[in-house]
C-alpha cells in the first residue's frame, strides 16, 4: 500500500502544479506542460519507454536508470530523428515525457496489482 500512496500522492502533486500554473497564467509551466504532452504523443518516445520500463522493472536503481535511458532517448531524438541543434529545453521535455510515460506504466501496475 505505501508504494501506491507515492504514486498517487506524486499525481496529485503533478496536478495542483499544472492546475496553479493555469490558474495563475504562470506561461513557464503552462508552455512546459503542453510540449510535455505533445512529445508524450510521440511514437518513438512511447515505445522506447515502454521497453525501458519493462525492461529494467525489477532493478534496484529503476528511476536512476531510467532517467539516463530518457536522457539517452532525448539525445537520440534531437539528433538523429529530428535533426535539430541540441538545446537543454527541449532535451528536458523530451525526458520529462519519457519519464512520464515510464510513471504512469508504473502507476497503472502499482494500481492494478495486489
Same mark, same amino acid.
Given at each position: 500500500m505505501r508504494k501506491k500512496s507515492t504514486y498517487l500522492y506524486f499525481l496529485a502533486l503533478i496536478v495542483i502544479l499544472i492546475a496553479a500554473g493555469y490558474a495563475l497564467? +504562470? =506561461?513557464l509551466i503552462k508552455n512546459a506542460a503542453i510540449a510535455i504532452i505533445k512529445n508524450m504523443k510521440d511514437l518513438w518516445i512511447c515505445a522506447s519507454a515502454a521497453v525501458c520500463a519493462f525492461i529494467f522493472m525489477g532493478n534496484k536503481h529503476y528511476w536512476l536508470i531510467n #532517467?539516463?535511458?530518457?536522457? #539517452? /532517448? /532525448?539525445? +537520440?531524438?534531437? #539528433?538523429?530523428?529530428?535533426? =535539430?541543434?541540441l538545446g537543454l529545453y527541449s532535451l528536458s521535455i523530451i525526458t520529462l515525457a519519457f519519464l512520464g510515460i515510464v510513471y504512469l506504466l508504473n502507476l497503472v501496475k502499482v494500481v492494478f496489482t495486489k
Amino acid at each position: 500500500m505505501r508504494k501506491k500512496s507515492t504514486y498517487l500522492y506524486f499525481l496529485a502533486l503533478i496536478v495542483i502544479l499544472i492546475a496553479a500554473g493555469y490558474a495563475l497564467n +504562470i =506561461h513557464l509551466i503552462k508552455n512546459a506542460a503542453i510540449a510535455i504532452i505533445k512529445n508524450m504523443k510521440d511514437l518513438w518516445i512511447c515505445a522506447s519507454a515502454a521497453v525501458c520500463a519493462f525492461i529494467f522493472m525489477g532493478n534496484k536503481h529503476y528511476w536512476l536508470i531510467n #532517467i539516463g535511458c530518457g536522457v #539517452i /532517448a /532525448a539525445l +537520440i531524438m534531437e #539528433i538523429a530523428v529530428r535533426g =535539430h541543434s541540441l538545446g537543454l529545453y527541449s532535451l528536458s521535455i523530451i525526458t520529462l515525457a519519457f519519464l512520464g510515460i515510464v510513471y504512469l506504466l508504473n502507476l497503472v501496475k502499482v494500481v492494478f496489482t495486489k
